[in-house]
């Protein structure tokens, strides 16, 4: 069992920045990738970003390469997600998450089993 909980969340300006925490706990953290995903009003769940837990391997969406970027410090493990240029279309509930399996780093909700409650990211326009 993984747990997981996000901080860091807000109220932002279109082109500002936020720095989402994701702090996990449980057997056997260090050896899960950590997702991000969001969710926004009236749509479907989507994938943001993903680190693998050795660090060696990260994905984003296309909607986010180049603004976001996903960390990690396994001595905390603690995993970040730094927003930069934020625009509106980025206001979601955003969620960390732990996949079903270890050592796997996918990039579909359903293949993460283990979810945060959830951190509210609003940019204002």
């Known amino acids: 069992q993984v747990q997981l909980v996000e901080s860091g969340g807000g109220l932002v300006q279109a082109g500002g920045s936020l720095r989402l925490s994701c702090a996990a706990s449980?057997?056997?953290?260090?050896?899960?990738?950590v997702g991000w995903f969001r969710q926004a009003y009236g749509k479907e769940r989507e994938f943001v970003a993903t680190?693998?837990?050795?660090?060696?391997?990260?994905y984003y969406a296309d909607s986010v390469k180049g603004r976001f970027t996903i960390s990690r410090d396994n001595a905390k493990n603690t995993v970040y997600l730094q927003m930069n240029s934020l625009k509106p279309e980025d206001t979601a509930v955003y969620y960390c998450?732990?996949?079903?399996?270890?050592?796997?780093?996918?990039?579909?909700?359903?293949?993460?089993?283990?979810w945060g409650q959830g951190t509210q990211v609003t940019v204002s326009s």
């Open positions: 680190h693998s837990w050795r660090g060696t391997i990260r």
């Open positions: 449980g057997r056997a953290v260090s050896e899960y990738s």
């Open positions: 998450a732990a996949p079903v399996e270890r050592f796997k780093t996918p990039t579909r909700v359903n293949e993460y089993a283990y």
